[in-house]
């Protein structure tokens, strides 16, 4: 399925990246971070992420960095003298903990793509979602479920609105795609109608729903 970027206006100017700084076992991981970096690359969208030169998170930030892209790398103090990751592309903010790096992350982005990952990605995301239940962020945060890699977790965020651990406008904020594409689509959806009824779906088929944007 392919995205509807020829007709929802660009107003994303800078994403956050949530990944892994190893490339898995999955062939498809790599080719897809690949992907996302060159459709930034073409939005002319503004990547920020862990820092180092690394795996999923290396590979996109590479593409726009070597394609002209604004890159900014926020990575602990700690690590980044160690170069555990290597080098990073583009402007190297270091700071104190991880928790930190999210944080002044979340200032500086309009949304979230995270990409497939272990422990490191998981405490990254889940800290940005304890950050949205306490009511410190609104940042859609985009799921780039490659191969289906994030499904138990969707079904998990799904499965606590319905125990009444989450409020559901707490988890309209976490958005999922198979598609780079549709994934940033459904981002830009998520700002330009902040809280509103209509659903994406909706949109995507111009022939159900006739929605005039005021961006």
Known sequence: MEGTSQTLPYTIRFVGLVGSH??????????????????????RISLAYGGGNVGLQGAVASIVFTNGGLVRGFIPGYIATRQVYGPTYGVEHTNSSNSYKYFEMNHAVEAF????GGVDTMEG???????VSKGLHNRPIGLLNIDGY??????????????????LNQRKLFISSFF????????????????????YDEFAN???????LHL
Request: charged share 25%.
């Open 22 to 43: 190893s490339l898995g076992r999955n062939p498809k991981f790599m080719a897809t971070a690949v992907d996302l970096g060159r459709e930034l690359i073409r939005r």
């Open 125 to 131: 995301l889940f800290t940005l979602i304890s950050w």
């Open 150 to 167: 994030f499904n138990n977790l969707i079904k998990f965020l799904d499965g606590a609105v319905r125990q009444n651990f989450m409020a």
């Open 206 to 212: 111009l022939e159900r729903l006739d929605l005039e």
């Open 113 to 116: 793509v995270v990409l497939p």
């Open 180 to 199: 780079v594409d549709e994934l940033l689509d459904k981002l830009e959806f998520s700002k330009a109608f902040p809280g509103r009824g209509a659903s």
